[in-house]
């Protein structure tokens, strides 16, 4: 085991708690949500509504349960808290798998932290538990929390229907695309011996405003395709298809299943929807600039497209700030992306190949890492 110096912190036990606290608040507040479209007599919204909840949790429960099937033929230790396949099985089955991991790393956290002579394994250990529930939640917040965004804001500014409920849930979605984004890339910088962490404060919150300020204008942007026609959901499925197919032609491994695989690829198509990921660590340059130029086109025609072919709608008249918001916030976005790059970014020591590669492209060394290291090094680059 490699002497990283990186320590489980009770700083990072408050922040598995914290997650535990968005992951069950933004469930739960768009459940209720469901439930009021219901009552109110909207049921395609109540159903969309529960379908994103439903879907999201469905597929982290599949990769939540395939993990640990991997990681009990990996390991002789038993990493999931003495629970037998049947009720790990169970635990899935009925959808409280992700709570279960949360629970479990709390628990051995909060034992590994009371004692003053945790050995580096363990924390290595804690810091693997922490990524895997880390990658769950992206795959949820990009299934869930950001699609469901675009549903109610189009709800709003479609139907102009709007209560304290839809609001919240409305909140609680963008805390969690924030938290869930820079969580994600704080522990899978610590989860990899080789890698360096990255510095909290100022760097965390510039990385985290490129992230915000070219996700927002791109949900508005995909709000308003689908306030000019529904029919923009086609449009919508052919840039994921896109993304899609562009994870086959990357020939990712991060499963070990054939299956699962596949199924990674579409959720990396979904992602790529949003916001632009490395899929495979390599040098992005070229790939990054021409994702934000295509965004931004994308972007800006929405509100033009609405200007000129539903004139009549009465949100034409804030065509131009909605302009000038998409295309500050974008240049926003991708100023912080330069700064924190340029400046912010823990460059690498000194290695065979020499690169700090833009977006998390640090390649892993010739290191003889544990098969579960594998599953982070072949997962998303942000």
Not at 63 to 83: I, P, Q, T
Not at 93 to 98: E, F, T, W
């Amino acid at each position: 085991m490699t002497n990283t110096g990186k320590r489980f912190t009770w700083f990072r036990w408050l922040c598995t708690v914290f997650g535990l606290l968005f992951y069950l608040a933004d469930i739960g507040s768009d459940f209720l949500l469901s439930v009021q479209y219901f009552k109110s007599g909207h049921v395609t919204w109540a159903a969309l509504t529960l379908m994103f909840v439903l879907v999201g949790s469905l597929c982290i429960q599949i990769f939540s349960y395939a993990w640990f099937k991997d990681d009990k033929e990996n390991y002789e230790e038993d990493d999931k808290g003495g629970l037998s396949t049947c009720h790990l099985i169970s635990l899935h089955v009925l959808q409280i798998g992700i709570f279960t991991r949360y629970v479990h790393l709390l628990k051995r956290s909060f034992k590994a932290l009371r004692s003053e002579d945790t050995q580096e394994e363990e924390q290595f250990h804690l810091f693997g538990l922490a990524t895997d529930l880390s990658m769950l939640r992206m795959f949820e917040t990009f299934l869930e929390s950001v699609p469901q965004l675009v549903l109610q804001v189009y709800i709003i500014l479609e139907h102009n229907h709007r209560f304290n409920l839809q609001y919240i849930s409305m909140a609680v979605s963008f805390l969690t695309i924030a938290w869930a984004t820079v969580d994600y890339r704080r522990c899978f910088r610590r989860s990899l011996p080789n890698l360096k962490e990255m510095p909290s404060g100022i760097p965390t919150a510039v990385y985290l405003s490129y992230k915000i300020f070219t996700i927002t204008p791109r949900i508005l942007s995909l709000t308003l395709f689908i306030m000019l026609s529904t029919f923009s959901t086609v449009a919508m499925a052919c840039i994921w298809l896109v993304g899609t197919v562009w994870a086959f032609v990357e020939e990712t491994d991060f499963c070990t299943s054939r299956v699962l695989e596949y199924l990674y690829r579409t959720i990396v198509g979904v992602i790529l929807l949003f916001t632009f990921f490395n899929i495979k660590g390599e040098n992005a340059k070229v790939h990054m600039t021409v994702y934000y130029i295509f965004s931004v086109g994308q972007n800006l025609a929405a509100p033009i497209l609405l200007f000129l072919l539903k004139p009549e709608s009465e949100w034409t008249d804030y065509v131009l700030p909605i302009i000038f918001f998409i295309l500050v916030s974008h240049s926003m976005g991708l100023g912080f992306l330069g700064l924190y790059y340029s400046l912010l970014h823990p460059h690498q020591p000194c290695r065979e190949k020499i690169a700090d590669e833009i977006d998390g492209m640090d390649q892993v060394d010739g290191m003889n890492h544990e098969p579960k290291t594998t599953r982070f090094e072949r997962f998303l680059r942000i």
